[in-house]
């Protein structure tokens, strides 16, 4: 895809959204649920849409919010509520939407105090802790919603549920809420229960407490916080308008950290980003374009870092090589980790999806550590958090998380402040830049050459992909390798990929659909050279082309 002409360039008034309108949108427009563009849809990461085109509005609100009190009555899930929100215009609607379906169903729904944001790994982490106290006193299990389109552009919504594991809902949990939300919306929300907000804040159900502090001390437990502070690093923060802002300054204050809000801004249009790759306004933090702001002081600081709006995603950025690639990072971050935490058991293993860098592998390898290989979605690692039985999982979108230093849970979702501040760790501990030790990796192991590119692709072929194998790809080699491994199950767990996986000595690619647009994404690496990653690319598109019109 071609980079836009002003992709890097600070938006200005005509990118931006009409705000009243978008809200005006939320409360007036009715979805029709015989159109698919318009009904509940849940993909990797809840349910996502805008007010403008019938996607998320209020009934998609009020009838998922119903349908997540029937799931929890279903399984008997008893205690509180823990509801997230992020800086989006329609994020702030749909929890004041959220609240009036809770409180009418009796449901105790713990909330940031002051109407405050509350990021992702916090509402996870707060889900684990309540748990874990629950566990000892036999009280009734917690669970969380999360209110929040993540990267997503100013005009998106988006919602989530996370069960009393505390990361994202399995697909058997999303397709009871799915069809139950699609049924309320058919029936006109017939038997959806819900209170006047003011009645709501009045029920007694809502409990607005103080979710940062109970946060912000415990991070001293998984990273090294007293050693960022020895250091007497600065650091440069920019929280791209997200909801961790106000974690930063009890965050610094705390642990005696010097950190520097390059940008302090909280604006529902986020007028204050630069334009992405794609010319539009996006808030990710793994894009140079969306983080030229930040980058602008990458020399100012020891080290500057960046999250998405709703925290789960982590973008670090070193004086000299500037915004690091999500996979160059996660292989630092999993190299660190596994020298620098004696107390962790030599029997975990580490997370890493299919389509992260192949580098993570060598990583393991070196360390003799298993290694676990999932499909696509941060939920594959959900189990093995909880359970303690893998020490780090990552997503090469920039997603990731990892135990406490003493081997227990942290938290079971992606949480962007522990990955950036582990960043702060590595160079306060080792003296060198995540960027610096990437390229002493390099050196090591090889560089590596990965790319994604997405591709339109019709709903005829879409479902194909299900079908594709061995048989129906029929080749033996790639970019002139001979073809070693030919995957349609993640070898980590044995769960389909939804697409395809070819491996060579010296490089792959993966094929998959996405799940809420009609494309294909084509991701490929090599360990060889650009050119030779061009021919995988190049070579992977003929082959699914020749195989979905087979």
Not at 20 to 30: A, N, Q, V
Not at 168 to 180: Q, V
Not at 400 to 419: E, S
Request: net charge negative; charged share 20%; proline share 5%.
């Amino acid at each position: 895809m071609a980079i836009h002409q002003r992709a890097g360039q600070t938006a200005s008034q005509t990118d931006l959204v009409n705000i009243p309108k978008l809200m005006s949108h939320y409360y007036s427009i009715k979805p029709n649920v015989d159109a698919a563009e318009q009904r509940v849809t849940f993909g990797t990461s809840g349910h996502r849409g805008t007010a403008f085109q019938g996607s998320f509005n209020q009934d998609h609100i009020w009838a998922i919010t119903q349908a997540v009190v029937d799931y929890r009555q279903s399984v008997n899930i008893e205690g509180p509520l823990f509801l997230g929100i992020d800086t989006h215009a329609l994020s702030y609607a749909a929890y004041v939407s959220a609240i009036e379906v809770l409180a009418a169903n009796k449901v105790t729904v713990h909330i940031q105090q002051h109407d405050g944001f509350t990021p992702t790994p916090v509402v996870s982490h707060a889900i684990i802790c309540a748990n874990r106290e629950a566990a000892l006193s036999g009280a009734a299990l917690s669970d969380g919603l999360i209110i929040t389109p993540s990267h997503n552009p100013p005009q998106d919504g988006g919602i989530k549920y996370n069960p009393p594991h505390g990361g994202p809902a399995e697909g058997n949990i999303t397709a009871w809420i799915e069809s139950r939300a699609n049924d309320y919306l058919r029936a006109a929300l017939k038997d959806v229960n819900k209170l006047a907000y003011a009645d709501a804040l009045a029920s007694g159900y809502v409990h607005a407490i103080d979710l940062i502090t109970p946060y912000v001390t415990d991070l001293e437990n998984v990273v090294d916080m007293h050693a960022i502070a020895k250091a007497k690093l600065k650091l440069g923060v920019d929280p791209l308008g997200g909801s961790g802002i106000h974690y930063w300054s009890p965050i610094a204050k705390h642990y005696g950290i010097d950190i520097t809000l390059v940008n302090d801004k909280v604006d529902p249009s986020f007028s204050f980003m630069s334009l992405d790759k794609d010319g539009k306004i996006r808030m990710d933090c793994s894009s140079p374009y969306a983080m030229a702001g930040l980058l602008a002081h990458k020399e100012s600081f020891d080290l500057c870092v960046g999250n998405d709006p709703d925290y789960d995603r982590h973008g670090i950025v070193c004086p000299g090589t500037g915004l690091m690639d999500p996979n160059h990072y996660l292989a630092v971050a999993i190299d660190y980790l596994l020298t620098h935490r004696p107390e962790w058991s030599d029997s975990l293993a580490i997370g890493k999806t299919l389509v992260s860098s192949a580098l993570i592998d060598k990583i393991c390898a070196f360390h003799g550590k298993k290694l676990l290989e999932v499909p696509v979605g941060f939920k594959w690692f959900v189990d093995g958090l909880a359970e303690a039985t893998i020490a780090f999982g990552g997503e090469e979108s920039a997603g990731a998380a990892f135990l406490r230093r003493d081997g227990t849970t942290w938290c079971t979702d992606k949480d962007g402040f522990i990955l950036v501040l582990l960043a702060a760790e590595m160079l306060a501990v080792t003296g060198k830049t995540p960027g610096q030790r990437h390229q002493e990796l390099v050196a090591q192991f090889g560089q590596s050459f990965y790319k994604r590119i997405d591709s339109p692709i019709s709903l005829e072929n879409k479902a194909k992909f299900a079908k594709l194998n061995a048989d129906t790809l029929n080749a033996t080699e790639l970019a002139g390798e001979k073809i070693e491994a030919v995957l349609t199950h993640a070898p980590g767990n044995n769960a389909s990929i939804g697409g395809i996986k070819v491996t060579t000595a010296n490089g792959w690619f993966a094929a998959r659909p996405s799940g809420t647009e009609a494309l294909f994404k084509i991701y490929g690496e090599s360990f060889i050279s650009e050119q030779h990653l061009a021919e995988i690319i190049k070579d992977a598109q003929a082959l699914i082309d020749k195989a979905l019109s087979a």
